[in-house]
C-alpha cells in the first residue's frame, strides 16, 4: 500500500472511530453513565470530545480525498490531540480512581490504550523515520 493510501485510510479511520464512539457514547448516556458511574457532564465531554477529533480527522480525510495538500503542521496537531487524549484518559484513571466504578475506569484505560495506538500508527505513517542511506 502506497504513502498516500495509507495516510488516507488512517484519517478515515480516525475519523469513524471518532464519530462513532462519541455519537455511541451520546446515545448511550443513559446506559453508560450509571454503569461507568460518571457524572452526566463527564459523560457528554468524553462523547463531545470523541466527536470532536472524529470531524478534525475526518476534515483531513476529506482534503486528503480531494487532492489537496494538508500541511504537516495540521497532521501533527492530530498526532498531538491524539497523544494528549491518550494521556487525558490515564489522568482521568488515576484522578477517578476512588469515585467511579471498574467499568468507568477501564472504559477509560481501553480508550487511552486505543487512540494512544491510533497516534502511534499516524506519527509512523504521516512521519516516517528517515532510511539511512
Same mark, same amino acid.
Given at each position: 500500500m502506497d504513502s498516500l493510501k495509507r495516510m488516507r485510510f488512517i484519517l478515515a479511520f480516525d475519523s469513524v472511530s471518532g464519530l462513532t464512539a462519541g455519537f455511541l457514547t451520546w446515545a448511550l448516556i443513559p446506559v453508560l453513565q450509571p454503569l461507568n458511574q460518571w457524572t452526566l457532564e463527564f459523560a457528554r465531554f468524553i462523547a463531545s470530545a470523541n466527536i470532536g477529533y472524529g470531524l478534525f480527522a475526518g476534515a483531513l480525510f476529506l482534503l486528503f480525498r480531494k487532492g489537496i495538500r494538508v500541511s504537516l503542521g495540521l497532521l501533527a496537531a492530530l498526532v498531538v490531540a491524539n497523544s494528549l @487524549?491518550?494521556? &487525558?484518559? #490515564?489522568? &482521568?484513571? @488515576?484522578? #477517578? &480512581?476512588? *469515585?467511579?466504578? /471498574? /467499568? =468507568? #475506569? =477501564?472504559? #477509560?484505560?481501553? *480508550?487511552?490504550?486505543?487512540? =494512544?495506538l491510533v497516534a502511534y500508527f499516524e506519527a509512523r505513517i504521516f512521519f516516517p523515520p528517515k532510511k539511512s542511506a
Open positions: @487524549w491518550a494521556v &487525558q484518559c #490515564l489522568v &482521568q484513571v @488515576w484522578r #477517578l &480512581q476512588n *469515585e467511579v466504578s /471498574f /467499568f =468507568g #475506569l =477501564g472504559h #477509560l484505560v481501553l *480508550e487511552g490504550a486505543y487512540v =494512544g
